[in-house]
């Protein structure tokens, strides 16, 4: 005996409980977005605008599979043990979403886990004597930045030269300075795997590279001309909206000589076999003597809190 219904479920990434409402309404969603795929395959896009990014939500649900939208996803079903997350606009083809939206120069893919049992969350709802409405926020667990377009790779790649050397930030391309041994081929920022037979696209959040080089990034994006600044810009862009109050917090406790366990991050990168005390380019600045010879950036002496 098979089970048509598990079946089903299954392959729409739906609950496994999921009403028979439910499931009638995203088979008519499955056939929609297949007409759609027909029609689109018959008519490619012309019109390209300006470079911009997509922002893409995978949902990896506990019971197999998963599945991606363009829109942030909500809870549909929710209970002490488990909460399932759904969304809208789903994409179910991302080569045939970015062949028809040639604009977009990089995806930004942020992973949730849904209908994981907590029960340790669950005792601490039981104990608060109410149970508390599940978040989305709470059940993401990771995002990293996919580079789609090979203009804004090159580009990426020769802002590593120009501003990236001596700290560990994303190999961009295999032509890489061969004497930056921090342009490695592995992130511990969110425990991503690089693969040394090719140039690798995906940049992890939380971005500690950008912070530390912020203020040459920007400077160097200055002097490029408009035609040339249009992707890295787009790009900085997101990151800087994406990063800001972070940043501001860690800047506020580092003018005042404090960290927190949490941010002690933005000021120790675990380098091969030693540790690397980093400190902002705004700190080295004040580094240099009246007259102009670099001196050692002195170590900021941090209060942990």
């Known amino acids: 005996m098979i089970g048509w219904q598990y079946e089903i479920c299954h392959f729409l990434q739906l609950d496994p409980n999921a009403s028979d409402n439910e499931v009638f309404q995203e088979l008519q969603t499955a056939s929609v977005r297949m007409e759609e795929a027909e029609r689109v395959k018959q008519n ?18 506990a019971f197999g599979g998963y599945a991606m939208y363009l829109e942030q996803p909500w809870v549909v079903s929710s209970s002490l043990f488990r909460s399932h997350l759904r969304g809208s606009q789903q994409l179910s083809n991302t080569e045939l979403y970015l062949e028809r939206n040639k604009d977009v120069v990089f995806l930004v893919v942020r992973e949730y886990q849904c209908c994981v049992q907590q029960p340790s969350q669950t005792m601490n709802r039981y104990h608060l004597g109410k149970e508390e409405e599940t978040q989305p926020a709470s059940m993401l667990r990771g995002e990293h930045i996919d580079i789609v377009s090979e203009d804004l790779r090159s580009r990426l790649a020769s802002l590593s030269t120009a501003v990236l050397q001596g ?44 912070y530390h080089r912020r203020f040459k990034i920007s400077e160097a994006i200055d002097h490029l001309e408009d035609i040339d600044q249009e992707s890295l810009s787009v790009f900085c862009g997101y990151i800087h909206d994406r990063m800001s109050d972070e940043w501001a917090a860690v800047d506020s406790l580092i003018s005042k000589g404090e960290i927190t366990a949490e941010y002690i991050k933005y000021i120790y990168v675990s380098l091969l076999t030693n540790s690397l005390v980093l400190v902002s380019d705004r700190q080295r600045s004040q580094a240099r003597s009246s007259s102009g010879h670099p001196k050692t950036a002195p170590k900021p002496k941090s209060r942990l809190l």
């Open 44 to 61: 490619p896009a012309t019109h390209q605008g300006p470079p911009r990014y997509e922002v893409i939500h995978r949902v990896h649900c």
């Open 167 to 210: 700290i560990p930030h994303p190999k961009f391309s295999n032509f890489d300075d061969d004497e930056d041994d921090l342009a490695s081929d592995h992130s511990d920022e969110s425990n991503a795997s690089y693969h040394n037979d090719r140039v690798d696209a995906t940049v992890c959040y939380p971005y500690l590279w950008f």
